[in-house]
C-alpha cells in the first residue's frame, strides 16, 4: 500500500541527546514537510522540501535539522539545542502538480527527560 | 490574531446530532483542508476545497471565498465520528506551493 510511514511511534531520550525521527513515502510525491503538534496549538511547519538535497526553514526551524538525500526518505534530527523538544512530530508529503494535497504519517510522540 | 481560527474549541454532542464546525482566516488562499485526527494521533484530509461544497457521505464540506469562511459539517453524528478537526489553509509560503497554516482544532465528542 501506498503512504507515509514515521518511527518509531513513541520515543524517549534524556535532555542533551540528539534524535532522529524517521520518515519515508512511496507515493512517489517531491515535496516532505514536517510538523510539531503541542496541546492547545495548531500544527507548526519545522522544515519542508520540494526536491532532493534541498529544503528549506518553516516557521519554528531553530533546534532542529534535516536532509533530503533520496525522494522517499526526509528524517528529521532534533539537537540538544532545540529547548523544548518534548512534542508529537508529523511527517507529511504532497506532489508538486495538481492539487498539492498533503498526505500524513502517523506522527512520532517525542519525550525529553 | 491567529490567521486560521477555528469554533468551537470543544464540541459534545449525542449521537444523530447535526454538527457544524467553523474556520475563518484572514490569509489569502490557494484551498482548504478539513483534517481528521484520532486519539492514535494520526492524520487523514477530508476534503481540499477551493469553492463551493463538497460531500463524502455524512460529512460536508462548504467554503466562502469573499468572507474567508469555510464549515464543516457532520450529519446524523455517530461516536466513531469523535476525533479533533482540523482546518488548514493552504497558502503560498517563501514560494513554495502547497504549505499549510493550521487551526488549533476542534476536539469534538459524541456520546451514545
Known amino acids: 500500500d501506498g503512504g507515509i510511514t514515521q518511527s518509531p511511534k513513541y520515543l524517549f531520550r534524556k535532555e542533551g541527546q540528539n534524535v532522529t525521527l524517521s520518515c519515508e513515502q512511496n507515493?512517489?510525491?517531491?515535496?516532505m514537510y514536517w510538523y510539531r503538534q503541542d496541546p492547545g496549538q495548531g500544527l507548526r511547519l519545522i522544515y519542508y522540501s520540494q526536491i532532493v538535497n534541498d529544503f528549506q526553514k518553516g516557521d519554528i526551524a531553530e533546534g532542529y535539522s534535516v536532509s533530503r538525500e533520496k525522494k522517499e526518505s526526509f528524517p528529521l534530527t532534533v539537537t540538544s539545542a532545540q529547548k523544548n523538544p518534548t512534542a508529537f512530530y508529523l511527517c507529511a508529503s504532497s506532489s508538486l502538480q495538481g492539487s498539492y494535497e498533503q498526505y500524513f504519517g502517523p506522527g512520532t510522540r517525542l519525550t525529553v527527560t | 490574531k491567529n490567521e486560521v481560527e477555528q469554533s468551537p474549541q470543544n464540541l459534545t454532542a449525542q449521537e444523530g446530532e447535526f454538527i457544524t464546525i467553523n474556520c475563518s482566516y484572514s490569509?489569502?488562499?490557494?484551498?482548504l483542508h478539513w483534517l481528521q485526527q484520532h486519539p492514535g494521533g494520526g492524520i487523514v484530509s477530508l476534503f481540499m476545497l477551493s469553492s463551493g461544497k463538497k460531500k463524502h457521505g455524512r460529512l460536508i464540506a462548504t467554503i466562502n471565498i469573499q468572507e474567508k469562511h469555510s464549515s464543516l459539517h457532520i450529519t446524523a453524528s455517530h461516536p466513531r465520528d469523535s476525533a479533533v478537526y482540523i482546518c488548514a489553509a493552504k497558502v503560498y509560503y517563501g514560494g513554495s506551493q502547497g504549505n499549510l497554516i493550521f487551526g488549533k482544532g476542534t476536539k469534538l465528542s459524541v456520546k451514545p
Open positions: 507515493l512517489n510525491h517531491d515535496a
Open positions: 490569509v489569502g488562499i490557494s484551498a
